[in-house]
């Protein structure tokens, strides 16, 4: 199960249920680009979801918590890590799995993923003995291998963007590897 997770790419929520083990595996992308929301009930039950509404359905009361997440969302925009607005909603944090014990009905939760194991001291000593242009060189192989590698799809792929250098990069090089339809979306537009 670990070994699984350091070789996915991307973004992903998902839930794996070892009925040979007893046990239920879910973990949340490096980053937290997807969702993955968890509540515990009663009884040993605890119900597992990429978006709050669907846990809420089964809540039989809902209750804001507000003593320790409304002001961190007012000052931050964002919630303490692994808290949500409501008070018996939970969230897995990036980099993280959890392990359901379906025996003993235990619920644990550990980092498999920390950003700053992607940063050597020895790649940054490296680094920093290239030239501006090496150090392009570089990125743009970077970035030209990573889109290449994230176009796998069932259906036809599409750009939209806003022009801006990020999404205008990613589109020029997706269209090196693929017949890519781009439409251009301008925020301001009122049509």
């Known amino acids: 199960w670990h ?4 070789r996915i790419e991307g973004m992903f929520a998902i839930v794996l249920h070892d009925s040979a083990k007893e046990k239920v595996f879910a973990a949340r992308d490096n980053f937290g680009q997807k969702p993955f929301f968890y509540a ?9 979801a990429s978006e709050i509404k669907a846990i809420l359905s089964f809540l039989d ?13 007012f000052t931050t925009g964002l919630p303490p890590r692994g808290k949500t607005v409501f008070r018996r909603v ?3 944090n990036p980099g993280e799995e959890a392990i359901i014990n379906l025996k ?3 619920f644990l939760t550990r980092r498999y993923f920390d950003p700053k194991d992607l940063v050597s001291e020895s790649d940054y000593n490296d680094l920093n ?3 501006k242009e090496e150090i392009l060189e570089r990125y743009e192989m970077a ?8 176009l796998v799809s069932d259906a036809p792929l599409g750009s939209m963007f806003s022009a801006g250098v990020d999404s205008s990069l990613i589109t020029h090089f997706a269209c090196k590897y ?3 339809k781009a439409y251009y979306w301008e925020s301001n537009r009122h049509d």
């Open 129 to 131: 003995k290239l030239s």
């Open 104 to 106: 003993n009905r235990e």
């Open 143 to 150: 970035l030209e291998s990573s889109v290449s590698q994230h």
């Open 90 to 92: 939970n969230q897995l």
């Open 40 to 48: 515990k009930l009663g009884g040993g039950v605890f119900i597992l």
């Open 3 to 6: 070994s699984m997770l350091q």
């Open 61 to 73: 009361s809902v209750e804001i918590d507000r003593n320790s997440i409304i002001n961190p969302v």
């Open 178 to 180: 693929q017949n890519i």
